[in-house]
């Protein structure tokens, strides 16, 4: 398997420099910084996409982040530091995926890693919603990611290196939930996507896994609770029904993207990681 994120002949080089020798150790870590893997994160101007740009960032990645809104971009490539650029991208627009994948690549020159995070929440009586609202869920959620990781697997296959790709879907891409049907079957496909692009993309050495997080800690989960006539009684609910006993953190999240993007795990393709808190286990 032939895994662009193999760090190991960057370490090989790494021999002792004689004491004082700073201006050879400044021009090695330049370089070293210069070869490091580059991912893409979609939908990093929020929520658990900017774990998982935090998350790659400290596991040594160079990392493109993209979403919508220009002033949250640009504060978490403040946040995050100079490893990091801001793409804007509407997903949803005709032709967007192929130009977000080569806006990434030209950012730092090379692409190995693709986190197709990006995605809307949808609620709703399933007997009232409309095509337009179905349409709008699976554009966002299902089609942009499906065309951005054939998009990237093009690039991945051109640099010859592997690469390593993850979408985030849910722990309800296999099970219902009342008033969930589309976001459901939105994340469903991706889900169906994931496995059936490992195969194809494998003898390119391109894995491609999913994780499916239960209910997470972002800003989203924050407003839905405080819509509620009592938050933290529902809070206590949502949590008593984890296994675990408690929803995930971003962090949670991030962590096992990290796992599935390592050289370290250059053996998995093809599979989905549950992050529920032992939820799907039930
Ligand atoms: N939070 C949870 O409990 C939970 C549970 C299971 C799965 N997930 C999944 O985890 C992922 C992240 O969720 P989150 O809660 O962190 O979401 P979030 O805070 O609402 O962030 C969503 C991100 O997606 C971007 N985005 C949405 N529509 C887009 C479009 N059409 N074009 C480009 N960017 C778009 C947003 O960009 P802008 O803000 O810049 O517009 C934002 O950066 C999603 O795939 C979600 O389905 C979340």
Redesign the pocket.
């Known amino acids: 398997m032939n895994d662009t994120l193999d760090t190991r002949d960057e370490a090989r080089d790494r021999e002792p420099l004689a004491p004082g020798n700073t201006i050879q150790r400044g021009t090695r870590m330049k370089n070293q910084q210069r070869e490091a893997p580059v991912a893409l994160v979609?939908?990093?101007?929020?929520?658990?996409?900017?774990e998982i740009a935090r998350r790659l960032v400290s596991d040594g990645f160079r990392v493109v982040i993209?979403?919508?809104?220009e002033e949250?971009?640009s504060r978490v490539v403040a946040d995050l530091g100079d490893q990091v650029r801001f793409v804007?991208?509407?997903?949803?627009e005709e032709g967007?995926a192929g130009r977000l994948a080569e806006a990434a690549r030209d950012r730092f020159g090379r692409l190995d890693v693709l986190v197709?995070?990006?995605?809307?929440?949808h609620t709703g009586d399933l007997l009232e919603v409309g095509e337009a609202e179905i349409r709008e869920v699976f554009?966002?959620?299902t089609f942009?990611a499906m065309n951005l990781l054939i998009a990237v697997a093009r690039i991945m296959r051109e640099q010859g290196r592997g690469g390593s790709i993850v979408n985030?879907?849910?722990?309800?891409a296999s099970i219902g939930v009342p008033t969930m049907g589309i976001?459901s079957a939105s994340?469903g496909a991706m889900l169906a996507f994931t496995k059936a692009a490992a195969i194809d993309l494998a003898p390119f050495g391109i894995r491609v896994n999913a994780v499916?997080?239960?209910?997470?800690?972002?800003?989203?989960?924050q407003e839905w609770l405080e819509r509620l006539a009592d938050p933290e009684g529902e809070a206590e609910r949502v949590a008593a029904a984890i296994p675990l006993g408690r929803?995930?953190e971003?962090a949670d999240?991030a962590s096992a993207v990290g796992f599935l993007a390592s050289p370290e795990n250059s053996y998995l393709t093809g599979i989905s990681l549950p992050v529920d808190g032992g939820y799907l286990a039930k």
């Open positions: 979609t939908g990093a101007t929020s929520g658990i996409g900017v993209s979403g919508r809104s949250r971009g804007r991208s509407e997903l949803r967007a197709n995070n990006a995605a809307v929440d554009e966002a959620n942009s985030i879907t849910s722990r309800l976001y994340k499916a997080p239960g209910m997470t800690r972002t800003p989203l989960y929803i995930a971003p999240v």
